[in-house]
T-cell receptor
């Protein structure tokens, strides 16, 4: 079974902090994704990556950056956390972008 | 117009009912269609995957794609309380493009 593991289930951070969300997949997938999920807004794509050291902006990249130094690991970085970044963050991976994506369990981030 | 429209519900049905969940979309180039189930405080998990038009059945679940109407459906037969979750449709083009998700429909199956 594909396993996508996010480093934390719950995080509380202060406004202005730099926040790292880590995601690891164990199926040698080429593609990895970061989404945020908010009530009434659904899943919104922040960034995705086709390959190591490659990244593409999604629909809402502002305030975020990503890093993919190794194939299995994709990190989301909030450069200076703000309260409007309080959300559920979901990482996913897929063999190709037009195949099914497998999701992690999510990180619920609260910025105070 | 949003690319993918999905009624958010909530939808509440009695145990044993047939449930119909639907999505409409605007981009006729979409070719790959999926349904995900998401339990509360969990990540989405893939339920059904279909390519182009037609039906696909898996146990109590049937996915239907009508590309001419730009409409996809998920049917759940003999619904169970354990089916209570949010159901998200997703679709994509061919090539290297990410999935586009509907906002999800929250379903409650009452025992």
């Amino acid at each position: 079974d594909v396993k996508v593991t996010q480093s934390s289930r719950y995080l509380v951070k202060r406004t202005g902090e730099k926040v790292f969300l880590e995601c690891v997949q164990d199926m040698d997938h080429e593609n990895m994704f970061w989404y945020r999920q908010d009530p009434g807004l659904g899943l919104r794509l922040i960034y995705f990556s086709y390959d190591v050291k490659m990244k593409e902006k999604g629909d809402i990249p502002e305030g975020y950056s990503v890093s993919r130094e190794k194939k299995e690991r994709f990190s989301l970085i909030l450069e200076s956390a703000s309260t409007n970044q309080t959300s559920m963050y979901l990482c996913a991976s897929s063999y190709r972008t037009n195949t099914e994506a497998f999701f992690g369990q999510g990180t619920r981030l609260t910025v105070v | 117009q949003k690319e993918v429209e999905q009624d958010p519900g909530p939808l509440s049905v009695p145990e044993g009912a047939i449930v119909s969940l639907n999505c409409t979309y605007s981009n006729s180039a979409f070719q790959y269609f999926m349904w995900y189930r998401q339990y509360s405080r969990k990540g989405p998990e893939l339920l059904m995957y279909t390519y182009s038009s037609g039906n696909k059945e898996d146990g109590r679940f049937t996915a239907q794609v009508d590309k001419s109407s730009k409409y996809i459906s998920l049917f759940i037969r003999d619904s169970q309380p354990s089916d209570s979750a949010t159901y998200l449709c997703a679709m994509t083009l061919s090539g290297n493009t990410p999935l586009v998700f509907g906002k999800g429909t929250r379903l409650s199956v009452i025992a």
